[in-house]
């Protein structure tokens, strides 16, 4: 039996599945991608390696775009001991007017000690009557690091399309060593007050977090102290509108406001000024999102 008729017996058959995994592991100078495996229509567009240090570029993509109703897909990422890998999307994702049925994305990632992975997808827009289920649970050993972001666009900006009907919920965890370090939660329906409320969205169509472990020999107060201070300043001299904190030794970012561009770049500075602190690498941006 394939690996989809088999997930198809375990589910409702109403739905349409896709899965992805992915292994990273170090090979002497540079990290490999060692185990790729996909049911459905999601691929690995192109693996490069652009520093010198050997880190892994890879580039998924889901060649439909987006996620209707009844799609139920799955991402799994493993990073092996010393390996550094960098995974990121050719493009905006996509929640789709929903056809009656709820839509599911999965994102499991692990990463060994001594292991960092960058999980950097570019925005999700959320169109108007979306019925969607995300959940993003991480994995890390005592020593592993991570930085990874998530961007929700409300509506088709350019045709000032407002989320009125269907329904969102997020679910993102983060775990030391099976403890639980981050839990955070988002559920609301289309024209919920929320969206509205200045407790909430207040009006604004774009929404991000930014989430950030450092290697273990960075995890002292002094140096996230330190850290953050010196992003702090480099918010201020953007002048965006995007909030910093430390959640134990997790650095988080949060930006709200209406301009997906400007979130992304505030949080690719964020990453940038992190990579040199804590791994002493240049940004490196992955070359897709210059195309």
Request: charged share 20%.
């Amino acid at each position: 039996m394939n690996d989809l008729v088999f997930a198809k017996s375990q589910y409702d058959a109403q739905y349409w599945y896709a899965k992805l995994e992915l292994g990273f592991k170090s090979d002497q100078k540079r990290t490999i991608l060692h185990h790729r495996k996909h049911v459905g229509p999601v691929r690995v567009q192109k693996m490069l390696w652009p520093e010198k240090t050997g880190v892994c570029h890879a580039i998924i993509v889901h060649p439909p775009a987006g996620i209707a109703g009844g799609d139920h897909l799955t991402f799994q990422v493993d990073v092996e001991q010393h390996a550094h890998a960098v995974v990121t999307t050719p493009g905006a994702g996509k929640w789709y007017k929903t056809n009656g049925k709820a839509a599911f994305q999965h994102i499991y990632i692990d990463v060994k000690n001594n292991a960092t992975l960058e999980w950097l997808p570019q925005e999700t827009m959320l169109f108007d009557g979306a019925n969607a289920n995300s959940e993003s649970i991480i994995h890390l050993d005592q020593a592993a690091s991570f930085i990874g972001w998530d961007m929700l666009v409300l509506g088709r900006q350019a045709r000032d399309e407002k989320f009125k009907q269907g329904r969102f919920q997020n679910l993102f965890k983060l775990y030391r060593t099976q403890t639980l370090l981050v839990a955070d939660q988002l559920n609301f329906l289309g024209g919920d007050r929320w969206l509205s409320s200045c407790l909430g969205m207040n009006g604004c169509a774009v929404m991000g977090s930014f989430w950030a472990v450092p290697p273990e020999k960075f995890r002292a107060n002094i140096y996230l102290d330190q850290h953050l201070d010196l992003i702090r300043e480099l918010i201020m001299r953007m002048n965006v509108p995007v909030t910093l904190t430390i959640l134990g030794d997790v650095m988080c970012a949060r930006y709200l406001g209406n301009d997906v561009r400007q979130c992304h770049d505030a949080f690719a500075a964020i990453r940038a000024r992190l990579r040199r602190y804590w791994f002493d690498l240049d940004e490196e941006f992955p070359r897709i999102w210059r195309t």
